[in-house]
């Protein structure tokens, strides 16, 4: 009697386990990847699905982030669409208009609506990332012209050294007198 042992496959036998096991790892890569959602389904109330929504345009390129805010513009008015609305104009890839941006934020915190209420603890948050980016905005433009002050005067003063190097250069150095002094 002989027995196969199951330890001893063909050639064919492994290159069909190996041809499995890839394809397996393919189409569960593929799984991962997560569906695209649409914009609609952040609709929902609460801060929640506003901030799906910010982590969502995360990912958007500048030409997404304009679609994006074109579809927006085109919802009817709600504090849900004013935040979002908020999160595309200050947002750092695309056309940022960061006063605009804290305009509509500002209007949420102002409301006593019900869905603003909710949506006021994520506005408080982006109010105060604007306001930095704000800040941090104005302290670069004054950052940026002192060094350009400061550049002005340094090339002033290099100006004036090489002056004074050609007036030096021009001099005719003083006789030698022949007391006390090599010959």
Known sequence: MKFDCPGTLAAGGWRSILWFVLCSVVL??????????????????????????????????????????NALAALAASPNTQIRQAMVIGHPRGAQETAKALALIEGILKSSEPGAVDL????????????????????????????????????????????????????????????????
């Open 28 to 69: 569960a890569g593929c799984a991962l990847v997560p569906p695209v959602v649409r914009s609609d389904r952040y609709d929902a109330p609460g801060p929640l699905p506003v901030l799906a929504y910010y982590q969502m345009i995360g990912r958007l390129g500048a030409a997404d982030l304009a679609k994006e805010r």
């Open 120 to 183: 006021q603890p994520v506005a408080r948050m982006l109010a105060d990332h604007y306001n930095e980016r704000l800040r941090l905005e104005a302290q670069s433009e004054r950052q940026n012209t002192l060094l350009k002050e400061a550049q002005r005067k340094a090339q002033e003063l290099q100006e004036k050294l090489d002056g004074l190097a050609d007036i030096e250069r021009t001099l005719t150095p003083p006789p030698r007198s022949g007391k006390g002094g090599k010959q």
